[in-house]
């Protein structure tokens, strides 16, 4: 058990720093972002899974060969009354940093969680008193401003919004590409995609690999809906909204705000061949046998 | 909302229940119903209902522009508090840009 207990520490160490580095700055996954997010979802899990268990696995060996049974026999020798007398200083003080970096990761995913469904809450009822719905599409709002904004607010009642200046600077055309992008992103749930490496930042923002994960994942969304968007309206309007939108955001004079947006308006002009078939199937079977791997390290 | 708007800029301030109904009797509201419409405004936070001996005056938190302010501030802040609140067209900028982008503004 010992050793089950060093591999998944090993395991979650390599995926949350180096592994996830490189795989953000793997190209591939520009031609297959839905693989590409399956892929960190189970970074995300197998690297949780394997630094929390490695704790508990190794807190809980002098008790038992397999974590199961450890656990067992920790709940049947608690039931009788005594504390196991097996455990020393260094497996208690292992098992408890585990369960506090767990405990820890829980409770910022669910307050986090918590602050976003009331900060939309606010958002919304405000929304709902001063937007006016816009007729040409049933769901969407427009807000009374000049400076072009288009966004959503996700969860169960979800809103599109757009501003006036949206409607003022973009043709129909483009406005219907922005809204197919926007629908995209409320449909596949993309807010619930990005909420787990946000709260792994804030857990850890000092380590530079969970930074990498958080960028990597809200670009790849954003390809995703860029891929429905360009799919449901022409790639040039779309592009004509991003340059239109983009110049006009305050976040305009920022570099790195220009170099994203150029890169979203390379890809959808030059728009990469899709993997094959047989690539996005081994990316898939990947991303599953990356999770199977601490399961099985801890159950067996 | 609107008539509680158009007060505060008139300088009339708070309003009652009643002056309220009138305002919009071209609707033919039941007094029950603009009550049930305060109360939930209230309840938002966008009304603020004052007593004043047995009469209740309600009041406009804030003007319309600035909660219009405050909703073009949610959506172009990619705070990361913020930022799983809502999704931008145009994604939202990291925490060090933002810095800068402020000092820009500024």
Known sequence: MALAALGLLLLGVLLAEPVSRAFSR?????????????VWQAIGLAGGLSLVGSGVVYGLSPLGDSLPTAVGTLFVEWNEGHWPDRFDAVHLIALLVALGVGGRLVWVLSTMYLRTVRARRRHRDLLDVLATPWPDSPGTRVLDHPQPVAYCLPGRSSRLVVSAGVLEALSPEEVWAVLAHEKSHLRERHDLVVLPFVAWGATAPFVRGMVCAQIAVAELIEMRADDVAACRSEPHELVGALKTVGGSAPAAALSSFTDALDARIERITAHPCPLPWYSRAAVRLGALALVAVPTLLLLV | M????????????????????EALADRELATTTVLTVLGRLERKQLVVRTRDGRAHHYRATASREDHVAELMNDALDGAPDRGAALARFLGSIPDEERRKLRDLLD
């Open chain 2, 2 to 21: 609107e008539v509680l708007w158009a007060a505060a800029h008139e300088g009339r301030g708070a309003l009652t229940a009643r002056e309220v109904q």
């Open chain 1, 26 to 38: 793997a190209r591939w996954t520009h031609r297959d972002p839905v693989g590409a997010l399956l």
